[in-house]
């Protein structure tokens, strides 16, 4: 067992805030971070030997991304052993060095965990195929029989997230349920022992030192009563906020306060994240109740445009929402489901700008892997080199995803840009050269050093990180102007300068700044007021 990092770091008392509710959180996808075998795949040792770049550019903690064994039928979201390291990212003492060294350095670790459903090679899923209709093993997970005259039918008309029934009917003519890819198998959350094997894997990863875990699909596990059919003919997003009877079922709660019992065994703060899709902002806010977990992605945030009067809006409701129940807000502009935030804006200094914004509003923030070098989407990789599964379904999802995982730039001039000796699973463009880590190393107008900046100046100002309010200044149209304390932030969303008399010093900004009195088109800038 490692030491932990509660050892090193002091906890949180009455007074003193947990440390997610203002840590800036660094999402690896591990096999797109660094490979340190040549086999054009990235892994956990390549994780730990580019460490010490994670703790340079100023972050708290790092989330990983799944790297359990899993047969990749969805990049890993299939998991077939929630205990074991698959071969392409090593073993689970690279995993341990991970967490040990990560610690070492301050950084707090943060495992991804995939309750709603495992892979059809998980070892119960297999052995409840082979037991057949009625048996104990079928009642882990949601076996039905059919519609029809003789059960050709799917029992209900749920669609899958990644298109198509979300039923597939096996020899014995039983059908399973899988909101995602057949591959994945929901867990029937309503079995006591799939409750308990959770809370038992829980443990596994505390008791190896993780930090906390990022809960996929969160708000997935419990289904409706009956599993009623939807009753109407509607593609279902897998970003959406659909009410939906197999998602933001009230008895999640229930689930999530058990966890929450488990994690407050162990010293050190250790959190639960929430993937949660819900309709609102209140919806989510529910999730992190004082009994339940510590965060949720803020999925509202994440889908505002440029655009300063959506931008405020977006921003009181997640500050109003989650006041009531005393959790931090959570500001997130990329992850690995999405268009990165530079192709959807649509200029480097726009996601410039976006980020100082992100990172001055009171909280915690999640940077994904690549977005601190300004990374934009890769929108013309080869059909033949796709691996997203929904890519190769007639509907449901664009399949767009492999786009924001290319394996992101280390140095040199030639792909793979020191990724690693053996290529990249997914091909770089030949303009990622100047974008590398290298690259921008030391050059004070790259992104690179603007986060790095940013990161330095968050962690010193004592009005940056943790708290629950801004205070919205007088601003010209197109402006977002805001203090915490004496900080001001100033946002112009336009393209073109705004005349805004200086309300300080400046700490930083986006874009160049010739007159402190005059805002420039799309640039953010931080006082000190």
Not at 180 to 196: I, L
Not at 314 to 340: C, F, K, Q, Y
């Amino acid at each position: 067992m490692t030491q932990h990092l509660a050892d090193a770091l002091p906890t949180s008392t009455g007074t003193q805030p947990g440390w997610w509710r203002e840590a800036v959180i660094y999402q690896v996808y591990p096999r797109s971070f660094a490979d340190s075998n040549g086999d054009g795949m990235g892994d956990l040792e390549g994780i730990r030997s580019r460490l010490p770049y994670l703790k340079e550019l100023g972050v708290n903690a790092v989330w990983l991304s799944p790297f359990y064994a899993s047969p990749q039928a969805d990049a890993g979201y299939d998991v077939a052993d929630y205990r074991a390291i698959d071969p392409m990212f090593g073993t689970l003492h690279d995993a341990d060095a991970v967490i040990r060294e990560a610690h070492e350095l301050g950084l707090r670790i943060i495992v991804d965990l995939v309750p709603n459903h495992c892979s059809d090679q998980h070892e119960w899923f297999k052995q409840a195929l082979r037991e057949g209709p009625g048996t104990p093993l079928r009642e882990r997970f949601h076996f039905r029989p059919g519609q029809g005259e003789s059960g050709e039918l799917p029992p209900n008309d749920w669609e899958s997230i990644f298109g198509g029934p979300a039923w597939t009917r096996v020899a014995d003519g039983e059908w399973y349920l899988h909101l995602f890819a057949p591959e994945q198998p929901d867990f029937n959350w309503e079995h006591p022992a799939v409750q308990d094997e959770f809370r038992s894997i829980l443990r596994f990863w505390l008791d190896l030192g993780a930090d906390g875990f990022r809960i996929d699909v969160a708000h997935g596990l419990v289904k409706a009563p009956g599993l009623p059919d939807l009753g109407r003919d509607e593609q279902l997003k897998l970003l959406g906020n659909q009410v939906l009877p197999f998602f933001d079922q009230d008895g999640v709660h229930e689930i999530y306060r058990s966890w929450r019992l488990v994690l407050d065994e162990y010293a050190g703060d250790r959190i639960g994240v929430a993937e949660a899709w819900t309709p609102s902002a209140d919806r989510t806010a529910m999730y992190l109740r004082p009994d339940e977990l510590h965060q949720a992605f803020n999925f509202h945030y994440l889908n505002t445009g440029w655009d300063a009067e959506a931008l405020r809006a977006t921003i009181d409701e997640s500050l109003d929402s989650m006041r009531p129940v005393g959790a931090p807000t959570t500001w997130v502009l990329s992850n690995h489901d999405v268009v990165r935030h530079r192709t959807r804006f649509g200029t480097l200094e726009k996601a410039r700008a976006a980020a100082l914004l992100m990172l001055a509003l009171p909280g915690s923030a999640y940077v994904y892997q690549g977005e601190e070098l300004g990374l934009p989407e890769v929108v013309d990789l080869p059909d033949e080199v796709r691996q997203d599964p929904s890519f190769f379904k007639a509907n449901g999802q664009d399949g767009l995803r492999d786009g924001c995982r290319v394996p992101i730039p280390w140095s040199g001039d030639q792909a793979p840009y020191g990724f690693g000796t053996g290529g990249s699973w997914l091909p770089q463009p030949a303009e990622w050269a100047g974008l590398s880590v290298e690259a921008q190393t030391g050059d004070p107008e790259s992104t690179l050093e603007l986060y790095r900046s940013a990161l330095r100046v968050r962690r010193a100002h004592p009005a940056l990180g943790a708290g629950d309010g801004v205070e919205w200044l007088p601003a010209p149209a197109g402006v977002l102007a805001f203090r915490r304390g004496d900080f001001v932030c100033t946002v112009n969303t336009t393209d073109e300068p705004v005349r805004l008399p200086a309300p300080g010093t400046v700490l930083l900004a986006s874009g160049d700044l010739a007159d402190p009195d005059v805002l420039p088109a799309d640039t953010t800038v931080w006082w000190q007021g």
